[in-house]
């Protein structure tokens, strides 16, 4: 009895944990991707501690450099289905994501809201997400980072499917050889509500990551700076950006992806999604071809481009 009670136990407590829906099974290029991806994976905490959470929940701040007033927000994603909501409480407007429809409340600004959903958590959980079915990892590289010397593993990440977390071709993270902390990304921009053209991204664009902190065992990364493209070019940051009060215990209130009245659906992101989601589905009917690759280079300067 002692033992079938110890079984329903364990049992019970494992169908309590979700899975993340970018815990799956990406494709690597190679053995060394790999191995650096799992490095990175290891050194911020793993999986097991992401099954564990109940969500991400966080309040933010981004400065421009020059720029308007700060931007203040508190963003929430539940890490087992990918909804997420995000409250401006100086504008008092909302976005939601549930189930591919995304709606805004009192929107202020002239870019699509769907941009912004799910944008800073999945910078924050960049580590985690290497894990994730549709994800194409490697090859390895070398660079360095805006305003720092020190080379680094670089790591590409594409993926196959375009989702409101990644307004973007690719991914590189760059990862400290000893440690195996993601100290920065690059990346591009090609959402169509940013840029004019979104086979022409704008980019590529850094973030430097400066400060880490655990939250139930997981190392996230909570202060970051920005950088252009102009940063390959010793250009210096243009944002600077952290999360405080940052939560992993908390239920998902999903009372909040209710459309309230006067919500207004963002089709520009909503169409551009189901669009690149349907070229990725063909790709991948018809594809052992190779994936295409954006080269990386170090310049004297330090940056890479």
């Not at 909302?94 to 912004?116: H, I, N, R, Y």
């Not at 997400?129 to 990440?157: C, F, H, M, S």
């Amino acid at each position: 009895m002692l033992r079938l009670l110890l079984i329903l136990t364990l049992i019970a407590s494992a169908s309590a944990q979700a899975t993340p829906w970018f815990d799956g099974s990406p494709d690597f290029t190679d053995e060394a991707s790999r191995s650096l991806a799992e490095k990175v994976l290891q050194a911020h905490g793993g999986m097991q501690p992401m099954h564990e959470a109940k969500s991400l929940q966080f309040s933010f701040f981004t400065k421009v450099l020059g720029g308007p007033m700060p931007f203040y927000s508190f963003e929430a994603v539940d890490l087992a289905t990918g909804d997420a909501y995000i409250v401006w409480p100086f504008w008092d407007a909302t976005v939601a994501w549930k189930d591919g429809e995304l709606w805004s409340k009192e929107w202020p600004m002239p870019m699509p809201a769907g941009f912004f959903i799910r944008l800073t958590a999945s910078f924050m959980t960049l580590p985690w997400q290497i894990n994730a079915d549709g994800a194409n990892i490697g090859p390895v590289r070398q660079a360095t980072l805006p305003e720092d010397d020190k080379v680094y593993d670089v790591l590409r990440i594409t993926f196959d499917q375009r989702s409101p977390s990644m307004p973007g071709t690719f991914y590189d993270l760059f990862i400290d050889t000893e440690s195996g902390l993601m100290k920065g990304i690059r990346f591009d921009i090609n959402h169509p509500g940013m840029v004019a053209n979104p086979s022409q991204p704008l980019g590529p664009n850094f973030h430097v990551f400066g400060e880490y902190k655990k939250f139930d065992g997981l190392l996230l990364p909570t202060f970051y700076k920005s950088y252009g493209a102009g940063s390959a070019n010793g250009g210096g940051s243009n944002a600077y950006h952290f999360a405080w009060d940052v939560r992993l215990d908390q239920p998902f209130d999903s009372s909040r992806l209710v459309a309230p009245e006067g919500a207004v659906q963002d089709a520009v992101s909503m169409k551009w999604w189901q669009s690149n989601n349907q070229q990725s589905n063909n790709r991948n009917r018809n594809s052992e071809s190779a994936i295409a690759i954006d080269p990386i280079t170090t310049d004297a300067l330090g940056g890479a481009r």
